[in-house]
């Protein structure tokens, strides 16, 4: 078991989402992050709104996971989200499902992805940007638990 430091900068922000699958898509890019993490590393999750795009537009929340850990090489950066893709020198255990998961969520919710540098300019940041809530401009998004089936 290793250590590393996990630092939170959450402020409130509102999406349309199924509560479930988001759930799943924060678990697996903090589960990485920490994985991927060295000793005595850091990991950073942060929320927030996006620039409006003009004065009266919604604006768009994102959700990113940063950490300083070896990073992937940019040009590797858009595979990490295939399934079962592994990384050729890593020794880290895992089965490559976890960020295709993330992506396979984030299109389901018409989110999309980005990545880049982390912490300090190394390291891997995953961002994921939710459309806004447009219905009404006092209607905030929500996020909502999944429906459970009738009869289940």
């Known amino acids: 078991m290793s250590m590393a430091a996990l630092s939170l900068d959450v402020p409130s ?4 989402c199924d509560i479930d699958e ?8 903090l ?6 993490t060295s000793e005595g590393g850091h990991v950073l999750v942060r929320c927030g709104y996006e620039p409006a795009t ?22 590797e950066r858009e595979v990490i989200f295939e399934r079962f893709h592994r990384a050729v020198d890593t020794t880290v255990r895992g089965s490559g499902i976890g960020l295709s998961l993330v992506a396979d969520i ?3 919710h018409q989110a999309s992805v980005r990545t ?20 009404s ?16």
């Open 31 to 36: 589960h990485n992050a920490l994985r991927y």
């Open 137 to 152: 401009a006092h209607s905030p998004a929500f996020c909502r638990q999944a429906e459970t089936p009738a009869g289940a």
């Open 116 to 135: 880049g540098l982390g912490l300090d300019g190394q390291g891997l940041v995953v961002r994921v940007v939710f459309p806004p809530h447009v219905s």
């Open 13 to 16: 922000c509102l999406i349309r």
């Open 22 to 29: 988001v759930g799943i898509l924060l678990r697996n890019l």
């Open 54 to 75: 003009t004065p009266d537009a919604a604006r768009a929340v994102f959700l990113e996971v940063l950490d300083d850990g070896p990073g992937v090489p940019e040009a």
């Open 106 to 108: 984030a299109q389901s």
